[in-house]
C-alpha cells in the first residue's frame, strides 16, 4: 500500500497504533444483531480464516487487532498467526468467564498484548450492584503488568463517574450505543443471543463525552454493528460521521466479517476518507 493510501497512526503509550484497529466480535460468532448472523461467522471462521483476515487486515494498513484475552480462542488463533511469520498489534478485553480475571490480565501482558481493558458488561455489573470502585483493583493488575490500561462499559454515566473521579486510566472503550439498559450477559459468555436496543440518540451522547475527555478513546460500533451498513454508502458515511465527532488522537474499532465483500480494504478507505473530511468539518459538540 503506498503512502497515499495509508492509515494514519496515533500514540498509544510507547506504542503507536492505525486509527482503524479491527475488532473481534466476529471471531467470536457475536454479531450483536441477529442469531442468523451468529451462526454464518461460526460457520464461516474457522481458525484458518480468522488468521487470513488478520493477514488481510494488516497488507490493507491495519495494524492492531482488539479481542477478548480468553486461552482457547483469541489468543489460541494469535499463536497461529504467529506460526505463519506474521504478527500484530493486540489490545485485549479480560475474559470474564475466566476464574481468577487477575491472573487473566498477567497471561494476556505475558502473552504480548499492548494494552489491556476490563469487560464493559462485568463494568456495567458493577455498576448495577453499587460496587463500581471494585473494578479499580483490577485496573491496578493491569497497571503493575506494564501495558495501557483502560476501560469499557455501555452505561454512560460509568464514564463520566470514572472521569470525575480521577481513575489512573490511559484510554476508554466507548461504544456508540448503551446496550446494557437492562441487565445482561455477554453472549459469548452465556453462549444465547439477546435482542438488544440501539437508540439512535446513543452516539451522539457519548462523543459528547469523547470530546471531552483528555484521555484516549477506542471508539466502538460505530456501525451499530451491522444496522448502519445496509449499502457501502450508508457505511461510509458513518465512518465519517463517527470520524467528524471523535478526538484527532482517538481511533475506532471496526470488526471485520470478510465472507461477501473485502471489508478490511474497504473500512481502511473509508477510515482514510473519513479522516480527510473530519480535517475540514469536525463537529464539536456543546
Keep these: 500500500?503506498?503512502?497515499?493510501?495509508?492509515?494514519?497512526?496515533?500514540?498509544?503509550?510507547?506504542?503507536?497504533?492505525?486509527?482503524?484497529?479491527?475488532?473481534?466480535?466476529?471471531?467470536?460468532?457475536?454479531?450483536?444483531?441477529?442469531?442468523?448472523?451468529n451462526r454464518d461467522m461460526e460457520s464461516y471462521f474457522s481458525a484458518e480464516r480468522i488468521v487470513d483476515t488478520l493477514i488481510a487486515c494488516k497488507r490493507a494498513g491495519i495494524d492492531t487487532f482488539q479481542g477478548r484475552g480468553d486461552y482457547h480462542r483469541i489468543l489460541h488463533y494469535l499463536e497461529l498467526l504467529h506460526r505463519r511469520g506474521e504478527d500484530i498489534q493486540f489490545i485485549a478485553q479480560t475474559a470474564s468467564e475466566m476464574h481468577d480475571i487477575h491472573h487473566n490480565i498477567k497471561m494476556i501482558a505475558a502473552f504480548g498484548a499492548q494494552g489491556i481493558y476490563f469487560h464493559g458488561t462485568e463494568t456495567d455489573k458493577y455498576w448495577r450492584e453499587g460496587r463500581i470502585d471494585d473494578v479499580r483493583d483490577y485496573l491496578k493488575t493491569i497497571r503493575d503488568n506494564g501495558v495501557q490500561v483502560g476501560l469499557a462499559a455501555h452505561i454512560p454515566q460509568i464514564f463520566d463517574y470514572v472521569e470525575n473521579a480521577g481513575w489512573d486510566i490511559d484510554?476508554?472503550?466507548?461504544?456508540?450505543?448503551?446496550?446494557?439498559?437492562?441487565?445482561?450477559?455477554?453472549?459469548?459468555?452465556?453462549?444465547?443471543f439477546e435482542q438488544e436496543e440501539f437508540h439512535p440518540d446513543d452516539p451522539e451522547r457519548i462523543c459528547r463525552f469523547i470530546q471531552q475527555t483528555g484521555r484516549m478513546c477506542l471508539a466502538y460500533k460505530i456501525l451499530g454493528c451491522g444496522r448502519k451498513a445496509g449499502s457501502q454508502e450508508e457505511a461510509a458515511a458513518a465512518f465519517r460521521w463517527a470520524f467528524a465527532r471523535i478526538k484527532p488522537g482517538d481511533a475506532v474499532v471496526v470488526g471485520m466479517f470478510p465472507k461477501y465483500t473485502d471489508q478490511p480494504r474497504l473500512d481502511v478507505r473509508y477510515t482514510i476518507d473519513a479522516i480527510k473530511a473530519a480535517e475540514k468539518e469536525w463537529v464539536r459538540l456543546a
Design 1 to 37: 500500500m503506498s503512502d497515499k493510501y495509508a492509515l494514519p497512526t496515533v500514540p498509544f503509550g510507547a506504542h503507536r497504533v492505525t486509527r482503524l484497529i479491527v475488532g473481534g466480535n466476529p471471531f467470536v460468532w457475536n454479531s450483536h444483531f441477529s442469531e442468523p448472523m
Design 171 to 192: 484510554f476508554y472503550m466507548t461504544p456508540f450505543y448503551n446496550v446494557a439498559r437492562k441487565p445482561r450477559q455477554s453472549a459469548v459468555v452465556s453462549g444465547k
